[in-house]
Nanobody
Framework: QVRLVESGGGSVQVGGSLRLSCAAS????????MGWFRQTPGKNREGVAV???????IYGDSVKGRFIITRDTAKNILYLQMDSLKPEDTDTYYC???????????????????WGQGTLVTVSS
């Protein structure tokens, strides 16, 4: 079974940056796409960014222009570069994988097949 392990979370001030990483233990087949969602306990899950199979990156409206999702296929690591962070970005961020379509998963992040344990990002003013 493939496990996804996130790292890179932490505390940062408004306007700062963080880079999250997600390492997959085991190899995901080419059927899988990967992405990020975020969630606070008791609140809805929000799709943050997804990489489509053709490499196209798509983003949630709240992070467009500030976050960048990339993938190092050789190392099997997914990244999320987060710039110009705002207090409303405070959340637990999860790396996820699924065999579905990225644009749909971004809008329905509860449907991801696999996800990690999450990494907490706190943005303070």
């Amino acid at each position: 079974q493939v496990r996804l392990v996130e790292s890179g979370g932490g505390s940062v001030q408004v306007g700062g940056s963080l880079r999250l990483s997600c390492a997959a233990s085991g190899r995901l087949s080419n059927d899988y796409i990967m992405g990020w969602f975020r969630q606070t306990p008791g609140k809805n899950r929000e799709g943050v960014a997804v990489l489509e199979r053709d490499g196209t990156a798509i983003y949630g409206d709240s992070v467009k222009g500030r976050f960048i999702i990339t993938r190092d296929t050789a190392k099997n690591i997914l990244y999320l570069q987060m710039d110009s962070l705002k207090p409303e970005d405070t959340d637990t961020y999860y790396c996820a994988a699924d065999r579905g379509r990225g644009w749909w998963l971004l809008r329905h992040p509860t449907q991801f097949e696999l996800w990690g344990q999450g990494t907490l990002v706190t943005v303070s003013s």
